[in-house]
């Protein structure tokens, strides 16, 4: 079955299924990550809350640094605490990253974060990050 689209119509994409990419991404890279739960619920009349408000969908640590990868949906819009947890996070010296495509995991990820990381640790014996085209051989092997 082939998907089409209507002139000047895009396609929607699902966060959970960007996400499952990233995170597939992220395992067969074998960059140390996790998935970031966090929310509230009410039970027997009692609130329960989780995790730290606006943090993002997924941790990692590339290159020694803390990342935080926010997905989101093509319809999908940052929150106030999201954007408040994405200042707070890089005034600490962390990288929040943004991805709301599969082009975003290419741009983003293959040069916002890794391209960062490789200018920042130059001249160092910290571990070094992927090149760009590492990054895109990876992931054609995968996608």
Known sequence: MT??????????IKESDLQNAVLSLLKLKG?????NNSGAFKRDG???SFGTKGSPDIICVIGG??????????????SEDQKKFQKELEKAGGIYVL?????????????S????LIRETKGTKE???PTLGEIRD?????Y
């Open 3 to 12: 998907q089409k689209k209507a002139k000047n119509q895009k396609i929607k």
């Open 31 to 35: 960059v140390f990550h996790y998935r």
């Open 46 to 48: 009692h609130f329960y």
């Open 65 to 78: 640094r803390f990342v935080g990868l926010e997905i989101k949906g093509t319809d999908g819009k940052q």
């Open 99 to 111: 991805l709301r495509s599969q082009r975003d995991i290419d741009e983003k990820l293959g040069l």
């Open 113 to 116: 974060v890794y391209h960062k």
């Open 127 to 129: 571990k070094k990050a």
């Open 138 to 142: 990876l992931y054609n092997s995968v």
